[in-house]
């Protein structure tokens, strides 16, 4: 009874994600979409992808990464050899970015991830920006004058790989294994005496959220014509670990209307290159001191939503909103 | 009589953080089915003890077995999977979590479903995950849990938390469970619900339960055989009545007479 319905919501959520691409294709096709709003549309993506890798793992397993943009550029880097070195098609070179960013992960994590806290910190900052001194050191993708790349990257490909992001993290989050990651966030000590591997889990997170860093990576490479080593410094990092504390840590919708705004106000806030970071950080400031917990807390939006339903047709207990 | 094997066997077992020796020389075997207990003045070592148990420390010297299994230098959640698991002295309650969940992740090593059958929601994952649900219903019930569900742990009152974090031991299915100062900042009457439970618990479950306690009321009213550690080693071993009345227990908790 539950799965029906369970199927009904996802089938119903499938068909408005189809609509919503054909309108919005059929809008950037009738070019009552100008380059602007497009391009914004494509940063908001991107981002909401960066976004919820990591929220995956900062926010659910508590592991506190700031090296986001080496998987970034490991993705981006990986994906523009593909299409430009090797001449394969766009879909291979998603995938391509995301299984190298994995890799990275898996070769980072497996060592530092025996860290804690700080010390993590410090070592993925470190990752992050051993892997932009690399690239700007390799000749065979352009050093430090970058690569110049073929914009591929569609409205309907960034859709569905956003799709398949969100799609994929809520399902690993919802389940017996996401819970495992939760109970790491929540107490190690305790989760280690429960049984958990945390370990294990801990590298899992770390290369489900690589590999989707990845993908945006080669998502972003192919939309901005052009990918430079400075494009993933440490502040790139800082940028997605923003979307992600003020999304609210462990809220994956947190995370999306987080990287929706901020995209939003950072585009418009171009306009004024003099002051555009002094107001984005004002945003920030403000926001951290009247909301500390984050947008949404560790709340998802579904749960806002429910509160309504369950006061009419009585107590629904769905599991599905107590995680996180 | 004594069985043949004992279900935990700690021979010589100790370890030295650097120069300090915190426990060194504990002989110790619990039997099927025992309620013994672990006491001692702070800072004697019962809780480093625990932790060597439990593989969160691994002992620099000697042996610790269960059921004839070595398991020194394993990891600790392997050494919960083989049956030892523990309650902490400070609560450590996954609180964000319900308290269903809370239990649910005590399940989660019998969990049969991977992780690509989570992420493709196969029909494996939501029997595993249906199935998971009903036994921890089915198991809050005996704790008198059921009422409070979908509960952040962190909002239980103390008692509930210490009694969802002794569910939450046992649903990992131990055969050893140690407890670490139950009943720390209860009052009487909690305390006398604690020690129903701990009966309950011992005969539902057929456990052997390894217990550290300051309340000696509890210690000598539930406890069949009691150990008695001081500066990180054994000093006494024997029936509550034994251990009342044993010159070296007296002197550790309450100092040598002036002669």
């Known amino acids: ?324 | 009589m004594i069985a043949k094997t004992p279900l935990l066997k700690v021979e010589n077992a100790g370890i030295r953080f650097g120069g300090l020796k915190a426990v060194s020389e504990v002989n110790l075997e619990l039997n099927q089915g025992e309620l013994v207990g672990l006491i001692g003045p702070n800072g004697a070592g019962k809780t480093t003890f625990f932790n060597l148990l439990t593989g969160v420390y691994v002992p620099t010297e000697g042996t610790i077995s269960l059921d004839g299994d070595k398991l020194n230098g394993q990891a600790p959640y392997k050494i919960t999977k083989k049956g030892i698991t523990r309650t902490f002295q400070n609560i450590r309650l996954f609180s964000d979590l319900s308290v269903l969940d809370n239990v649910k992740v005590a399940y989660h090593s019998l969990a049969k479903h991977s992780i690509l059958s989570s992420i493709f929601r196969l029909p494996s994952h939501f029997s595993g995950e249906k199935e998971m649900e009903e036994k921890a219903i089915e198991f809050l019930k005996i704790f008198k849990l059921e009422t409070v569900l979908h509960e952040q742990a962190k909002n239980l009152p103390y008692g509930q938390q210490r009694r969802l974090e002794i569910a939450r031991a046992l649903a990992a299915n131990p055969k050893l469970l140690l407890l670490d100062e139950p009943a720390a900042g209860m009052n009487p009457q909690e305390t006398e619900e604690l020690m129903n439970l701990i009966a309950l618990i011992r005969e539902r479950f057929s456990l052997t339960i390894l217990l550290i306690e300051h309340d000696m009321l509890l210690v000598m009213g539930v406890c069949e055989r009691i150990y008695v550690l001081d500066h990180g080693q054994l000093i006494a071993e024997g029936t509550p009545e034994q251990i009342r009345n044993n010159p070296k227990v007296i002197e550790a908790y309450l100092g040598e007479e002036v002669s």
């Open chain 1, 1 to 324: 009874m539950k799965n029906v319905k369970n199927a009904k919501g996802f089938w119903g959520s499938i068909v408005l994600v189809i609509i919503f691409t054909v309108v919005t294709q059929f809008l950037i096709n009738g070019g009552t979409l100008n380059s602007f709003y497009v391009n914004t549309l494509f940063s908001i993506g991107i981002n909401i992808i960066l976004a919820a890798s990591l929220h995956l793992i900062i926010g659910i397993t508590g592991q506190f990464s700031i090296g986001h943009a080496g998987f970034l550029a490991v993705g981006a880097y990986a994906s523009a050899i593909v299409t430009m070195k090797l001449g394969l098609p766009f879909p291979l070179a998603i995938i391509a970015g995301g299984i190298a960013a994995a890799i990275a992960g898996l070769i980072i994590g497996i060592p530092t991830l025996r860290l804690k806290g700080d010390y993590l910190a410090i070592a993925t900052l470190g990752f992050g920006e051993i892997v932009r001194i690399v690239f700007l050191n390799i000749d065979y993708v352009g050093g430090a004058s970058g690569m110049t790349v073929s914009h591929l990257t569609t409205w309907p490909w960034l859709l569905a790989c956003v799709v398949i992001t969100i799609v994929v993290i809520v399902n690993f989050t919802n389940s017996t294994h996401g819970r495992a990651c939760i109970s790491i966030r929540e107490n190690e000590i305790a989760a280690d005496a429960m049984g958990i591997n945390t370990t294990f889990y801990k590298v899992i997170a770390f290369v489900i959220g690589a590999f989707f860093a990845g993908v945006a990576g080669a998502l972003h490479a192919h939309n901005f014509y052009i990918i430079q080593p400075t494009n993933f410094s440490f502040l790139k990092s800082f940028d997605i670990l923003i979307l992600v504390v003020i999304g609210g840590l462990g809220s994956m919708s947190g995370a999306v209307i987080a990287a929706i705004l901020l995209t939003i106000i950072s585009t418009f806030l171009s306009n004024y290159p003099e002051v555009r970071m002094v107001i984005y950080s004002l945003v920030l400031i403000v926001m951290m001191l009247f909301r500390p917990q984050g947008l949404l807390g560790t709340k998802e939006i579904t749960s806002f939503l429910k509160i309504g339903k369950s006061a009419k047709g009585g107590v629904q207990h769905d599991s599905k909103n107590t995680v996180a």
